[in-house]
């Protein structure tokens, strides 16, 4: 089944990665072999309900085209990854596509095991069939750290060598990455702690409200800095960071970031535990979107959460992150826009959208007697504001209009890409705000664009080949 079929539920994205029923969240591994991109994803087979977690695997050659394959792995009874395989990487092992995950058994407090799956035929270009190591690589947690939380490896090369981070928290409620040499993938030494939540840096960026970093991921910028990546938790998600910085090597024989600066990696509800690909010249982030809609919409449509659209990430000379959508997502537009200019356009379920404005602006893209989900730009003020308080979630009362600002200048543009019920918005290239809004029965979605704008924009329709 292609991601792009037709959904029977009108708020279940037709162009984003998801499977065709039941549950999704963390994407995990994406990795490139053979010219294609392969995506996991953290995956409930059986029910639209976080449990009974698998690894779901699909692929493409373009990341639009989109293809599902079989399950990839699957817990083992009475084995580490017992009561689930949970989030992790994908790396080439001398030529043999290796998952690195986390396993839990039955009687896991939090605290995982590092666990190992090989492509059983690195020759098949789909990797369809994988087989786990009976033992883990990593039993738990380093002794001497108090720690309460451990999991989600992220491995990575940096001077030579091969190294993993796995994401922690502490007793004391201080986050941290642990940093790994796994130079030899079946064998892992401790190698310190790579950054935690007394850094001055990370606390001013973070705050103090996580007491575990989450599904930790590096990617190297192209002017040679680092930036790492981290799902903030506090007994729940709560949100995603960055900090840039530089590797330095520690005195242990490990690595140390020291970080220059970072903020918020997504400024909306719906985006956690992005996961990186670093390829030659760029790298691509994926995140996961949960449902903000009640259990029994989710139960009665049979699916829940989606991953977003791949993201091309580096940063900007000051350290602050830079963000696009992919350009191989323009595949995806129709052969011609429906809206070239200011006014009023109906809108189609899916659509792509970049409105610049060159003075006050605003961008109504839903609205009801009572509510509109509206974007407001000011380029001079340098601020884009997102207001989607009208529609409220499961639990909560609506929340507060989004602020994101950026360098003020003469024009100011935003891209919206919108699939169902998920809406990305991107500012600039600097910063995201990610979102779940369902249309309701009485809700009108219409574009309106008052202001002195320049305005494009395409309907989404299943991809032509590139």
């Avoid at 984003?16 to 994407?27: E, F, H, M």
């Avoid at 449990?51 to 493409?60: E, K, R, T, Y």
């Avoid at 449902?291 to 049979?302: F, I, K, L, N, Y």
């Avoid at 699916?303 to 977003?308: D, E, K, Q, S």
Wanted: glycine fraction near 10%; proline fraction near 10%.
């Amino acid at each position: 089944m292609s991601v792009a079929a037709p959904a029977p539920d009108p708020h279940a994205p037709r162009f984003r990665v998801r499977p065709p029923s039941n549950w999704i969240n963390d994407p995990n591994g994406p990795f490139r072999w053979r010219g294609h991109y392969h995506l996991f994803y953290q995956h409930n087979p059986a029910a639209p309900v976080h449990a009974n977690v698998h690894w779901g695997h699909v692929s493409s050659a373009d990341l639009v085209h989109w293809e599902h394959h079989p399950i990839a792995l699957t817990p083992t009874p009475g084995g580490p990854d017992e009561a689930g395989c949970w989030s992790g990487c994908v790396v080439d092992d001398a030529g043999t596509p290796t998952a690195v995950y986390t396993g839990v058994d039955h009687t896991h407090t939090g605290l995982g095991t590092i666990c190992l799956a090989r492509a059983a035929d690195p020759d098949d270009d789909r990797l369809l069939c994988w087989r786990p190591l009976p033992t883990p690589v990593v039993a738990g947690p380093p002794a001497g750290h108090d720690v309460v939380m451990f999991r989600d490896p992220f491995v990575f090369r940096h001077a030579g060598r091969r190294w993993a981070l796995v994401g922690a928290g502490h007793a004391d409620g201080t986050p941290s990455v642990l940093l790994y040499d796994c130079d030899e993938l079946t064998e892992w030494r401790f190698a310190g702690v790579l950054l935690d939540g007394d850094d001055p840096v990370a606390a001013a960026a973070f705050g103090d409200k996580a007491v575990g970093w989450e599904c930790p991921q590096l990617y190297e910028a192209q002017g040679g800095e680092h930036v790492l990546v981290v799902s903030l938790w506090d007994g729940k998600p709560c949100g995603t960071g960055y900090l840039t910085g530089r590797l330095e090597a520690a005195g242990d024989g490990g690595l140390r970031l020291a970080a220059r600066t970072g903020g918020r990696l997504d400024h909306g509800r719906d985006f956690y535990a992005p996961a990186v690909l670093q390829e030659p010249g760029r790298a691509l982030m994926w995140g996961w979107s949960w449902e903000a809609r009640d259990d029994s919409a989710v139960q009665e449509a049979g699916w829940a959460g989606v991953l977003t659209a791949p993201r091309v990430v580096d940063v900007h000379p000051d350290g602050s992150l830079r963000v696009a959508p992919a350009p191989e997502l323009e595949l995806l537009r129709a052969k011609r826009p429906f809206a070239s200019g200011p006014g009023l356009a109906p809108l189609p379920v899916s659509y792509d959208l970049t409105v610049t404005a060159r003075d006050r602006t605003t961008v109504t893209l839903l609205r009801a007697a009572d509510r509109a989900l509206t974007i407001l730009l000011d380029p001079e003020a340098g601020t884009v504001v997102v207001d989607r308080s009208g529609w409220p979630r499961e639990g909560a009362e609506g929340a507060a209009p989004a602020t994101v600002d950026v360098p003020p200048g003469p024009c100011l543009t935003v891209r919206v890409l919108v699939d169902g019920s998920l809406l990305e918005l991107f500012v600039e290239d600097r910063a995201t705000v990610t979102e779940r809004v369902y249309r309701g029965p009485e809700d009108v979605a219409e574009l309106v664009v008052e202001g002195n704008a320049e305005v494009s924009a395409w309907e989404q329709v299943p991809p032509r080949r590139g």
